[in-house]
């Protein structure tokens, strides 16, 4: 009976353990492969994110900074012109990991936007994006109003970001090329326009404790899926 017990406690220690790890990769070095997808299951690229991950702070905070490479179907660096140079195409994401949750930067969350031209900005303001470490089957997740702002001079036009309907689906088993893993998958809705035009989707992502995202999806409003992106492999430093 004790040996039992023993084993029980082992076992939720270990849980709990596993639980009160970030929601993204810490270990600087590591590089993970993602394949990404159309709408009909076809492959259009890959994207090479290598991790960097900062000291951190007196409250214990630090920042995972993710260097992005995109790859075409032949796992070549694709490029674009920059200046008159021809340059690969990085992006970097910088993720402030909190004792609590991992937050992302406006900036970064609407990483998407154009270039703005000469003499235009962007302002950005909204609410914190958030995602507690604490996931639990069931739980919702507060709603979020973002404004992105253009101003030209005197002109300003904004668009507006709602994301709502943000719930914990579900704690479940999930197996992609990079192996099988236990994650939690986090759903929410994406409203935004101006003026009269407005725009609606669906987003799904599978986090791993220890990893990160494993899996992304994107939806229409009618839950139709526009594409996917999953993890592909995983390299350690050691390894690469």
Not at 23 to 40: F, N, P, R
Not at 138 to 145: E, N, R, V
Not at 164 to 178: G, Y
């Amino acid at each position: 009976m004790k040996r039992i017990v023993l084993l029980l406690i082992l076992s939720l220690a270990a849980y709990l353990v596993r639980a009160a790890q970030p929601l993204v990769c810490t270990q600087a070095g590591t590089q993970l492969e993602y394949a990404e997808y159309d709408a009909s299951g076809k492959l259009t690229g890959y994207s090479l994110v290598t991790v960097e991950v900062t000291d951190p702070d007196e409250q214990g905070c630090f920042e995972v900074i993710n260097t992005e490479l995109s790859l075409d179907k032949e796992h070549n660096p694709m490029t674009k012109t920059v200046y008159g140079q021809t340059v690969q195409v990085r992006e970097t994401e910088r993720i402030k990991v909190r004792p609590d949750a991992l937050v992302l930067p406006l900036d970064q969350l609407l990483g998407e936007l154009p270039e703005p031209s000469e003499g235009v900005r962007y302002e950005l303001s909204g609410d914190e994006y958030a995602i507690p470490f604490d996931l639990q089957p069931g739980a919702t997740l507060p709603d979020l109003a973002i404004v992105v702002a253009m101003t030209n001079g005197e002109k300003r036009f904004e668009i507006k970001f709602n994301v709502f309907d943000r719930k914990v689906s579900a704690r479940e088993r999930i197996t992609t090329p990079a192996g099988e893993f236990e994650a939690f998958k986090v759903g929410e809705a994406i409203r935004f326009g101006f003026s009269i035009f407005k725009m609606t989707m669906r987003h799904n992502v599978w986090y791993v404790p220890g990893v990160g995202v494993v899996r992304e999806e994107e939806l229409s409003k009618r839950n139709k899926l526009d594409g996917y992106t999953e993890l592909v492999a995983i390299r350690p430093p050691a390894e690469k």
